[in-house]
């Protein structure tokens, strides 16, 4: 009913309204007319028709088992027929860019009253753009896409090209001069890594896990060996109807042979003439699926060599199904003698870990940004179900042991935050030599230490959310998401274990030779 025909009733004239056949409820100030849908509600109609919710105002029965976008939807938001006299709605829709201000939901820097070093009020009108177009414009997407499996759709990409998202997601560079970034509001020249990881934390903010892999993702981890070691022709070949949304690159590595030890790797590479000739296979490689070209890495006589190589008919891909959605186009991949130029070598021959060790960095970087987007949205989730869930007759916050697992999920997040944005800073002041040089370490124990906190916080959350953070859809579907999915973050880009071990040698090696107790 349109808001325009909406009737203006009372409790009194609600509360005559409580049986089979014609029963109407209120919650948050809307009376709702669920006679005819009664039979149709999952729960079924007893529910409904208990003396707590027929012709009363069920709004905390409501919200103790739905979310409040069931009620937003179409074919429920049309069941209202009127709003209760002299009592206004309290749970509203967030606007599109909206801040919440429930407590630590949000990063210091976006709390009314709080200061950060950090960012700027650029960095605050680009958040805002940024938030606004995810919520609106590619929330819904995340939403079809993590369940059906399939792929981000054309169009989707093609609004995303128009902000030049891939290109911002690359941090800052030449790559950006000339682009029209965000609809203008930042200047390519002022673009940097704290724009990027705004949009790292901010597309993992659905619950979407597997989306967030989809979302381009490929682009993130392979354009960069074409930027830093391809010719300008290569460059110039490719790059352009890549950052464009037309064409779809992939970083094939990882190998069932060969996943940290990527010195390993089986598929071999060999010069015939004016080219090479490539045979192997790659598993778990991220959108390749639907990929159209493969950031490879071969073995060849000279040693570990990256090769750019474009989708052919010797080139196959075939799904891997794991335990997030398809969406993220997890592939395997297969080269059957398949031959590309010379010209598409990726730095020098034999010098290929140099080029994926060096890519790593951003890479291991880009995943903690999404790791900690996710776990800050899961800590408000919790928190906001911790307050209007009632259990042995109180809030689920009285009980001092949740407050415990409370507390542990906002340290760890803060924790995470603080470390994230102190190594952001020192990016923002290093070239890309010096990052290679002295942020490996840092960066590889950053997110050992940010997946291992996000595990934790998705065991917190369960336990919280109990049978609701175990089931897919409804109350507790970004918790059961979270936990499903965050042991990816602990395995992507670099296992734990071993980038705990790199972090210490890396260290290890930079010891002065005159330390001593």
Same mark, same amino acid.
């Given at each position: 009913?349109?808001?325009?025909?909406?009737?203006?009733?009372?409790?009194?004239?609600?509360?005559?309204?409580?049986?089979?056949?014609?029963?109407?409820?209120?919650?948050?100030?809307?009376?709702?007319?669920?006679?005819?849908?009664?039979?149709?509600?999952? &729960? &079924?109609?007893?529910?409904?028709?208990?003396?707590?919710? +027929?012709?009363?105002?069920?709004? +905390?029965?409501?919200?103790?088992?739905?979310?409040?976008?069931?009620?937003?939807?179409?074919?429920? +938001?049309?069941?209202?027929?009127?709003?209760?006299?002299?009592?206004?709605?309290?749970?509203?829709?967030?606007?599109?860019?909206?801040?919440?201000?429930?407590?630590?939901?949000?990063?210091?820097?976006?709390?009314? &009253?709080?200061?950060?070093?950090?960012?700027?009020?650029?960095?605050?009108?680009?958040?805002?753009?940024?938030?606004?177009?995810?919520?609106?414009?590619?929330?819904?997407?995340?939403?079809?896409?993590?369940?059906?499996?399939?792929?981000?759709?054309?169009?989707?990409?093609?609004?995303?090209?128009?902000?030049?998202?891939?290109?911002?997601?690359?941090?800052?560079?030449?790559?950006?001069?000339?682009?029209?970034?965000?609809?203008?509001?930042?200047?390519?020249?002022?673009?940097?890594?704290?724009?990027?990881?705004?949009?790292?934390?901010?597309?993992?903010?659905?619950?979407?896990?597997?989306?967030?892999?989809?979302?381009?993702?490929?682009?993130?981890?392979?354009?960069?060996?074409?930027?830093?070691?391809?010719?300008?022709?290569?460059?110039?070949?490719?790059?352009?109807?890549?950052?464009?949304?037309?064409?779809?690159?992939?970083?094939?590595?990882?190998?069932?042979?060969?996943?940290?030890?990527?010195?390993?790797?089986?598929?071999?590479?060999?010069?015939?003439?004016?080219?090479?000739?490539?045979?192997?296979?790659?598993?778990?490689?991220?959108?390749?699926?639907?990929?159209?070209?493969?950031?490879?890495?071969?073995?060849?006589?000279?040693?570990?060599?990256?090769?750019?190589?474009?989708?052919?008919?010797?080139?196959?891909?075939?799904?891997?199904?794991?335990?997030?959605?398809?969406?993220?186009?997890?592939?395997?991949?297969?080269?059957?003698?398949?031959?590309?130029?010379?010209?598409?070598?990726? &730095?020098?021959?034999?010098?290929?870990?140099?080029?994926?060790?060096?890519?790593?960095?951003?890479?291991?970087?880009?995943?903690?940004?999404?790791?900690?987007?996710?776990?800050?949205?899961?800590?408000?989730?919790?928190?906001?179900?911790?307050?209007?869930?009632?259990?042995?007759?109180?809030?689920?916050?009285?009980?001092?042991?949740?407050?415990?697992?409370?507390?542990?999920?906002?340290?760890?997040?803060?924790?995470?935050?603080?470390?994230?944005?102190?190594?952001?800073?020192?990016?923002?002041?290093?070239?890309?030599?010096?990052?290679?040089?002295?942020?490996?370490?840092?960066?590889?124990?950053?997110?050992?230490?940010?997946?291992?906190?996000?595990?934790?916080?998705?065991?917190?959350?369960?336990?919280?959310?109990?049978?609701?953070?175990?089931?897919?859809?409804?109350?507790?579907?970004?918790?059961?998401?979270?936990?499903?999915?965050?042991?990816?973050?602990?395995?992507?880009?670099?296992?734990?274990?071993?980038?705990?071990?790199?972090?210490?040698?890396? +260290?290890?090696?930079?010891?002065?030779?005159?330390?001593?107790?």
């Amino acid at each position: 009913m349109s808001p325009t025909h909406l009737k203006e009733l009372t409790i009194e004239e609600v509360a005559q309204h409580n049986k089979e056949g014609d029963l109407w409820v209120v919650i948050d100030a809307k009376v709702y007319d669920l006679s005819r849908f009664s039979h149709l509600h999952p &729960g &079924g109609p007893d529910v409904l028709l208990a003396g707590s919710v +027929a012709g009363k105002d069920a709004t +905390a029965a409501f919200f103790g088992l739905h979310r409040h976008e069931v009620l937003l939807r179409p074919q429920y +938001a049309r069941l209202q027929i009127g709003t209760i006299r002299d009592q206004e709605e309290h749970i509203k829709p967030p606007e599109p860019g909206a801040i919440s201000h429930v407590p630590y939901a949000e990063p210091t820097w976006l709390s009314p &009253g709080f200061h950060s070093p950090y960012y700027n009020d650029n960095h605050r009108r680009f958040h805002h753009a940024v938030r606004a177009f995810f919520m609106k414009e590619l929330y819904p997407e995340a939403l079809r896409c993590e369940e059906n499996g399939k792929r981000i759709s054309q169009e989707m990409v093609d609004k995303l090209s128009n902000l030049n998202f891939l290109a911002m997601r690359l941090g800052p560079g030449k790559y950006l001069k000339g682009l029209t970034l965000m609809g203008g509001i930042v200047k390519p020249e002022e673009f940097d890594y704290f724009h990027e990881l705004i949009l790292n934390t901010e597309l993992a903010r659905f619950g979407t896990r597997g989306f967030v892999d989809g979302l381009l993702n490929g682009g993130v981890i392979a354009l960069p060996p074409i930027f830093n070691y391809g010719t300008p022709e290569l460059q110039e070949q490719y790059v352009p109807d890549i950052l464009a949304g037309k064409k779809y690159i992939a970083l094939a590595i990882t190998e069932a042979f060969a996943g940290s030890d990527v010195a390993g790797v089986q598929t071999t590479a060999v010069r015939e003439g004016d080219g090479w000739v490539i045979t192997g296979t790659k598993k778990w490689i991220t959108n390749g699926t639907f990929a159209d070209y493969f950031t490879t890495l071969c073995q060849t006589d000279s040693g570990p060599t990256v090769i750019l190589v474009p989708r052919s008919s010797t080139v196959s891909t075939k799904p891997v199904k794991t335990s997030y959605s398809a969406t993220a186009g997890t592939a395997y991949v297969t080269f059957s003698a398949t031959r590309v130029p010379l010209s598409h070598t990726l &730095g020098a021959v034999g010098q290929g870990l140099r080029v994926i060790l060096s890519n790593f960095n951003h890479e291991r970087w880009m995943v903690v940004g999404t790791s900690l987007g996710a776990q800050r949205f899961v800590v408000e989730e919790c928190l906001k179900w911790t307050n209007q869930r009632m259990a042995f007759g109180k809030p689920l916050n009285a009980q001092p042991v949740i407050r415990a697992r409370l507390a542990l999920m906002i340290e760890r997040v803060e924790a995470c935050q603080s470390w994230v944005e102190n190594i952001t800073h020192q990016m923002n002041h290093m070239t890309y030599a010096e990052q290679s040089d002295k942020l490996a370490g840092p960066i590889a124990l950053l997110k050992q230490f940010v997946s291992r906190s996000g595990r934790e916080t998705a065991e917190d959350a369960t336990q919280i959310f109990g049978g609701r953070g175990i089931t897919a859809g409804g109350m507790g579907k970004v918790i059961e998401n979270f936990h499903r999915t965050s042991p990816f973050d602990a395995i992507l880009a670099g296992a734990e274990d071993v980038l705990g071990d790199l972090g210490v040698r890396q +260290a290890i090696r930079k010891m002065p030779k005159n330390a001593r107790l």
